[in-house]
Nanobody, 126 residues
C-alpha cells in the first residue's frame, strides 16, 4: 500500500497550490482520506477530511473558505486545493487513509489511520 503525496512547494502569500495524494494497493472508495499537517515546533494537526461519500469536514477553522478537498476514486487520487495561502499554512502536509464502513464518517484525529503518506512540504513566503 502506498500513499504518494505531491504538489508541495514554495509559493508567495496569497498564492495557490494543489496537493495530490495518489493511492495504490487499496480500494480507495473503502476509505476516508484526511489531510494533516505539521509545522516546525508544532504537533501534527488534522486539516480536512473527505468521507467515502464525498462529504467534507474541516478540522482547522483557519482553512475554511480557502481549502477544498476532492476525490476521484476512478483515478485513486485525492486532491487538496489550497487558495489564499498564508504564512501559517507552512508545514509538511500528509495524506492518510482510514478504512470505514460508514460512508459519511470523517475523522481528523489520526489515531485510527491505516496508512500514511510520506508528506509534502508547503512553504508560504511573505
Amino acid at each position: 500500500v502506498q500513499l504518494q503525496a505531491s504538489g508541495g512547494g514554495l509559493v508567495r502569500r496569497g498564492g495557490s497550490l494543489r496537493l495530490s495524494c495518489a493511492v495504490s494497493g487499496i480500494t480507495l472508495d473503502h476509505y476516508l482520506i484526511g489531510w494533516f499537517r505539521q509545522a516546525p515546533g508544532h504537533e501534527r494537526e488534522g486539516v480536512i477530511c473527505i468521507s467515502r461519500s464525498g462529504e467534507t469536514t474541516y478540522y482547522t477553522d483557519s482553512v475554511k473558505g480557502r481549502f477544498t478537498i476532492s476525490r476521484d476514486n476512478a483515478r485513486n487520487t485525492v486532491y487538496l486545493q489550497m487558495n489564499g495561502l498564508k504564512s501559517e499554512d507552512t508545514a509538511v502536509y500528509y495524506c492518510a487513509a482510514e478504512r470505514t464502513t460508514f460512508p459519511w464518517y470523517c475523522s481528523g484525529v489520526g489515531t485510527n489511520v491505516d496508512y500514511w503518506g510520506q508528506g509534502t512540504q508547503v512553504t508560504v513566503s511573505s
